[in-house]
């Protein structure tokens, strides 16, 4: 009887969480069209085909971000021969203001603006951060919502990296 009282805790405060509306894992990852930090156009997933690919929706005044975008940075120098590439979708921000972040940070991937969170809206994001892993196929094989830590980046990068030759 004691157990009833935390069951119903636990299924009313689940039902109070807003729904996950981002795509899910095992169907295909929208696509979208961004400019990125540089000018140039990127086109996802087109310009990724054949390689797996972190996607990390951030602006500069999430108090979560710049942590996990430095975890993403390391993990992505430790697997970049195996093919892995990142984009950082800079959400609700203008270049120059997302620049000074990145550069700030040091990190080695790419950047894209979302001035009007348009692909941000495509992915259900309700809040940042917020982190795709999208295999070499253009498929969802996980996502990480909140800071991304290095034991989960590790759990999602194995769901979609090929095997370590």
Same mark, same amino acid.
């Given at each position: 009887m004691r157990a009833f009282p935390i069951a119903l805790a636990c299924a009313l405060l689940a039902a109070c969480g807003?729904?996950?509306?981002g795509p899910s894992t095992g169907t295909?990852?929208?696509r979208f069209e961004a400019v990125g930090i540089d000018g140039s156009v990127r086109r996802f997933p087109e310009d990724f085909a054949g390689t797996p690919v972190i996607l990390d929706f951030w602006a500069d005044?999430?108090?979560?971000?710049?942590g996990g975008m430095a975890? /993403? #940075?390391?993990v992505h120098r430790e697997h970049a021969a195996r093919g892995l590439a990142v984009v950082a979708v800079n959400v609700g921000q203008d270049r120059d203001t997302a620049a000074a972040f990145i550069d700030r940070l040091g990190?080695?991937?790419?950047?894209v603006l979302d001035p009007d969170s348009k692909i941000a809206r495509r992915y259900g994001v309700n809040g940042l951060?917020?982190?795709?892993? /999208? #295999?070499r196929d253009g498929i969802v094989g996980g996502?990480?919502?909140g800071e991304a830590d290095r034991k989960s980046l590790m759990f999602q990068?194995?769901?979609?990296?090929?095997?370590?030759?």
């Open positions: 807003s729904p996950d509306t295909p990852a929208p005044w999430c108090r979560y971000c710049a975890r /993403i #940075d390391a990190v080695g991937y790419s950047a951060p917020i982190t795709y892993f /999208i #295999d996502k990480i919502i990068l194995n769901r979609i990296l090929p095997p370590a030759p």
